[in-house]
T-cell receptor
Framework: QQQVKQSPQSLIVQKGGISIINCAYE??????FPWYQQFPGKGPALLIA?????SEKKEGRFTISFNKSAKQFSLHIMDSQPGDSATYFC?????????FGSGTQLTVLP | DAMVIQNPRYQVTQFGKPVTLSCSQT?????MYWYQQKSSQAPKLLFH???????NEADTPDNFQSRRPNTSFCFLDIRSPGLGDAAMYLC???????????FGSGTRLTVV
């Protein structure tokens, strides 16, 4: 049973553009929504996370938008750079442990 | 630097030959996790230790076992690796709830 659905599976963006990755969940009890970034040959690393009591969180070029009523949250990468090329996983958490989305492979073209 | 270290980075094993992967951490986190990640897929939780309490996911094959002799170390044992077990194995740690998961760099297992 997939607890979180992530789209798109892959994304190609020009340098300087905006990358948007979306996730949807069903269980309204989830209380923590992190995004992980994974480079080839490395483990995932926590990028940014949000609690459901806020609608948006911004850290540098990375923003999470959270829509509680729609049970959706998204990652926006502003001014995308080639160094952002990686796989991004959304995740949800109620207790332990984290359930991951299926991942989005982002390619930022120079 | 406090971190999660996995050894080896690459492991080649023969079909059916037992193999052990190791994970150590200097973060003093009480929870340790083992994930299996196949190419272009999300990490899949195999099991985790909350302190000394072992928690096995329902769909984790019996072929996979784990040991945690102390807070710092955790091992993944694959008793009889099959070709389908070739994957990246990721260790992660957290303090209590996994708000701050820290992953190791993984061990890539090849079965020949």
């Amino acid at each position: 049973q997939q607890q979180v659905k992530q789209s798109p599976q892959s994304l190609i963006v020009q340098k300087g553009g905006i990358s948007i990755i979306n996730c949807a969940y069903e269980n309204t009890a989830f209380d923590y929504f992190p995004w992980y970034q994974q480079f080839p040959g490395k483990g995932p690393a926590l990028l940014i996370a949000i609690r459901p009591d806020v609608s948006e969180k911004k850290e540098g070029r990375f923003t999470i938008s959270f829509n509680k009523s729609a049970k959706q949250f998204s990652l926006h990468i502003m001014d995308s750079q080639p160094g952002d090329s990686a796989t991004y996983f959304c995740a949800v958490l109620l207790s332990c442990p984290v359930a991951f989305g299926s991942g989005t492979q982002l390619t930022v073209l120079p | 630097d406090a971190m999660v270290i996995q050894n080896p980075r690459y492991q080649v094993t023969q079909f059916g030959k037992p193999v052990t992967l190791s994970c150590s951490q200097t973060l003093n986190h009480n929870v340790m996790y083992w994930y299996q990640q196949k190419s272009s897929q999300a990490p899949k939780l195999l099991f985790h230790y909350y302190d000394k309490d072992f928690n096995n996911e329902a769909d984790t094959p019996d072929n996979f076992q784990s040991r945690r002799p102390n807070t710092s170390f955790c091992f993944l044992d694959i008793r009889s690796p099959g070709l389908g077990d070739a994957a990246m194995y990721l260790c992660a740690t957290s303090r209590d709830a996994p708000l701050g998961y820290t992953f190791g760099s993984g061990t890539r297992l090849t079965v020949v």
